[in-house]
């Protein structure tokens, strides 16, 4: 049970006063930065609305690209956690094999590229304020992991053909990747998202083994809120 404030001890309750502290800037930061985009908003923006003091900010981060690289974090961490909440749910709802699940799985991802919050931070601001080596680095240490366990237990299954997970991993995660960024950046984000789902699957599909679970049929395309099938005119 946790303890009051009242009951906390001096220290306890400076620690708890410096983690309120950092919450109230990633949350001011990422606010402003969805809306305003990165280089509008300056750092006495961000301490005005987080209602801390200049030192404060200095104190958790060391500049701004420091603060916005924990709030690039924060959003894809998010991303990555209701991504698997939703492959478990799926995979809950229907015995779906690996595969499937993993294609599934890249449009629901894909779905979240129209994320106002995600498209802004991750995918437009990210590249051009972190570089991107550091924003390739900072995206795949969110879903990376994940990826290769999912290829490995596909091939486990006999889904798709047997090839070496770790340069597998990393050229889907690049083909995402370059996915999620072409929606980002394309005038008409509905249609984009559309193609970009059919060209990714179909690419997907050229790796199942013929008869194998999960290959063949049409393409996954569309928003995949709910399940199967192509929408979108």
């Not at 972190?130 to 240490?141: M, N, P, Y």
């Not at 690049?174 to 699957?201: F, Q, T, W």
Request: with cysteine; hydrophobic share 45%; glycine share 10%.
């Amino acid at each position: 049970m946790t303890a009051p404030r009242s009951a906390r001890s001096p220290r306890g309750r400076r620690a708890e006063h410096t983690a309120d502290t950092r919450r109230a800037l990633v949350r001011a930061a990422r606010t402003l930065f969805a809306e305003r985009g990165y280089t509008a908003t300056g750092t006495e923006d961000i301490v005005a609305a987080a209602q801390v003091t200049r030192g404060a900010l200095y104190h958790h981060f060391k500049d701004k690209a420091d603060l916005f690289r924990a709030v690039m974090g924060e959003c894809a961490q998010e991303m990555a956690e209701r991504l698997v909440e939703q492959e478990t749910a799926r995979a809950e709802a229907r015995s779906g094999d690996a595969w499937t699940l993993l294609r599934l799985g890249f449009q629901s991802f894909l779905d979240a590229c129209n994320d106002p919050d995600f498209q802004r931070i991750v995918l437009v601001e990210g590249p051009a304020v972190l570089g991107h080596s550091a924003w390739d680095a900072l995206v795949e240490q969110h879903g990376y992991v994940l990826l290769a366990e999912e290829l490995t237990r596909a091939i486990a299954e006999g889904s798709i053909q047997p090839m070496p997970v770790a340069p597998l991993t990393r050229l889907l995660a690049a083909l995402i990747s370059e996915a999620s960024l072409y929606i980002a950046r394309a005038e008409d984000h509905v249609r984009a998202r559309r193609e970009a789902g059919e060209v990714l699957d179909r690419l997907l599909i050229g790796l199942t083994l013929p008869g194998a679970p999960g290959g063949g049929g049409a393409a996954f395309g569309g928003a995949q809120g709910a399940g199967f099938g192509h929408t979108g005119a």
